[in-house]
């Protein structure tokens, strides 16, 4: 079993920068492969972006690429979405998930653990 705490998240102006960190317990972390999902108020949890087991594949939302970065730390336990040129519509709940498997997936009914969220607001 894993168990998953996100942090980084806060208040951050329109082109601004964030990074979320995921710390997961559990000795068996790189083994999983681990994803980054988002929610909105009022909307469906999304996807964001993926990275495989051993950090060496990633996957990205279309909206995403080019502006956020996954990447891991299997030495740490840690997962961390970079996310860049920030916009008010990032603002969402984000969570990270991990996905027994360890190959990369956009589809949350693959990932069998999930952290409690933290807050990312993008405003001015």
């Known amino acids: 079993q894993v168990q998953l705490v996100e942090s980084g998240g806060g208040l951050v102006q329109p082109g601004g920068s964030l990074r979320l960190s995921c710390a997961a317990s559990?000795?068996?972390?790189?083994?999983?492969?681990m994803g980054w999902f988002r929610q909105a108020p009022g909307k469906e949890r999304e996807f964001v972006a993926a990275?495989?087991?051993?950090?060496?594949?990633?996957y990205y939302a279309d909206s995403k690429k080019g502006r956020f970065t996954i990447s891991r730390d299997n030495a740490k336990n840690a997962v961390y979405l970079q996310m860049n040129s920030l916009k008010p519509e990032d603002t969402a709940v984000y969570y990270c998930?991990?996905?027994?498997?360890?190959?990369?997936?956009?589809?949350?009914?693959?990932?069998?653990?999930w952290g409690q969220g933290t807050q990312v607001t993008v405003s001015s």
């Open positions: 990275i495989d087991w051993s950090g060496g594949s990633t």
């Open positions: 998930a991990a996905r027994p498997y360890g190959t990369l997936g956009y589809d949350e009914r693959g990932y069998a653990y």
């Open positions: 559990g000795r068996t972390f790189s083994t999983y492969a």
